[in-house]
């Protein structure tokens, strides 16, 4: 479980938001909404540990995550996958290059079939040997949420993660959110426009609603 305890943050000595208080366990999931500017990634930032918090506490399983408990933010990252508008890819590899290096870095185990599975399940399988510096931002975009289908953490925090997709990607990713979910997985993400996700056989999963509010 995470849980997050009156979570401020800072910026330019002005308050950004309210404190912001919420759980999320396993099959769950929590969009973020708020208007532009008001800290929605300063928040996730501050989750995921690469950002501090001016004010609150951040637990996983219970326990906080800080320097004084590394056991705890070991376990956290091992759990986590983060998607933000960096998507921390590599130009001059290809697209299933980069799947199959940040495996490698993650100290994760993928075969070409699967990772060549999930470029396809983004629409990018006639893009999968071109260098990522030739591929379009959507298609970019859609190369670091592949990530998303060969990995085994159990947390996603993305954000804006349905920002340049088209009709395709869009249902796929949708799907793709919504399987996670129902399997027991948790997803925390912001997004300007209200997606809903659901599987093919049409079980939908239960959002529930984050709306940050300037302090």
């Not at 989750?47 to 320097?67: F, K, R």
């Not at 990713?173 to 659901?198: D, E, I, K, P």
Request: one cysteine or more.
């Amino acid at each position: 479980m995470l849980s997050v305890s009156n979570i401020s943050c800072v910026r330019g000595h002005k308050p950004l938001f309210a404190p912001v208080s919420f759980s999320l366990q396993a099959g769950q999931a929590l969009h973020v909404e708020g208007d532009n500017g008001v800290g929605k990634t300063s928040l996730l930032r501050i989750i995921c540990g690469l950002s501090p918090a001016d004010a609150g506490e951040v637990l996983w399983n219970g326990s906080l995550l800080n320097q004084q408990h590394p056991e705890v933010v070991e376990a956290f990252r091992s759990a986590l996958c983060y998607m933000g508008h960096n998507l921390s890819l590599k130009d001059e590899l290809t697209a299933l290059e980069n799947l199959l290096f940040d495996a490698q870095v993650a100290g994760r185990s993928l075969s070409y079939d699967k990772a060549m599975d999930a470029l396809r399940n983004m629409g990018l399988h006639t893009r999968a040997h071109l260098p990522l510096r030739v591929l379009s931002q959507g298609q970019k975009r859609r190369t670091a949420l592949a990530r998303l289908a060969v990995t085994d953490a159990k947390l996603w925090v993305l954000d804006e993660p349905f920002v340049a997709l088209d009709g395709q990607s869009l249902d796929n990713l949708r799907v793709l959110l919504a399987n996670h979910v129902q399997h027991g997985g948790m997803l925390l993400y912001t997004s300007h426009q209200a997606v809903a996700l659901s599987q093919p056989n049409g079980h939908a999963v239960d959002i529930r609603p984050l709306r940050l509010v300037g302090a």
